[in-house]
């Protein structure tokens, strides 16, 4: 199966220009199947959403918030969120660290870029420096705490793209230097 059909999300039932009844096929000048109104003949792509995020860092410590909603309800994770329309990923993560922590922070280089095309998702998270170690979490947040790496709760965080940049920020900061680390999440 080749890698761009894996998710079919076929989200559109009908036309948003004209309302006429939607359906999936190859447009004449296109190479896969895309929502097509039957009306109008409006083509419509369905595209990956962005997440966007933050390692906080204090001294030693990484910044966690437990998640307050689901998925993953109670879990550990790194403050992300969905990227809005009319912001930067470096602003959208930036928003995502004071809603859910309640940060006060300085943005720095992006450390992961993590495609998770299961659910239709590129996850992108950036350093940070922690300017307070107090924190104002916001109503997705059930608690923001620091961690040393030895104390990181493993096996409670919410999502395998939060495991994996960790860990590429604590192997990065062992060696040195930080780099930019892109890869595909099964």
Not at 19 to 40: F, I, K, L, W
Not at 68 to 81: K, Q, S, Y
Not at 86 to 115: I, N, P
Not at 155 to 162: E, G, I, M, Q, S
Request: glycine share 6%; net charge negative.
């Amino acid at each position: 199966m080749a890698p761009h059909s894996m998710l079919i999300p076929r989200s559109f039932k009908h036309c948003k220009a004209c309302g006429a009844e939607v359906r999936y096929s190859v447009p004449a000048d296109d190479n896969r199947e895309r929502a097509t109104c039957t009306a109008c003949h409006t083509v419509f792509y369905e595209n990956p959403l962005n997440v966007v995020g933050t390692v906080p860092v204090w001294g030693e410590r990484v910044l966690l918030c437990r998640r307050n909603i689901e998925p993953r309800f109670g879990f550990w994770t790194l403050p992300a969120g969905f990227m809005e329309l009319g912001e930067t990923v470096a602003q959208g993560a930036a928003r995502e660290t004071v809603e859910e922590a309640g940060a006060q922070f300085e943005l720095e280089g992006l450390l992961s870029v993590l495609s998770v095309m299961r659910v239709g998702q590129v996850h992108l998270y950036f350093r940070a420096r922690l300017l307070s170690d107090v924190f104002a979490p916001g109503p997705e947040t059930i608690e923001a705490r620091l961690f040393s790496e030895d104390e990181i709760p493993w096996d409670d965080l919410a999502f395998r793209t939060v495991r994996d940049t960790l860990r590429y920020f604590f192997a990065d900061r062992r060696a040195g230097q930080f780099g930019v680390h892109c890869a595909d999440i099964a």
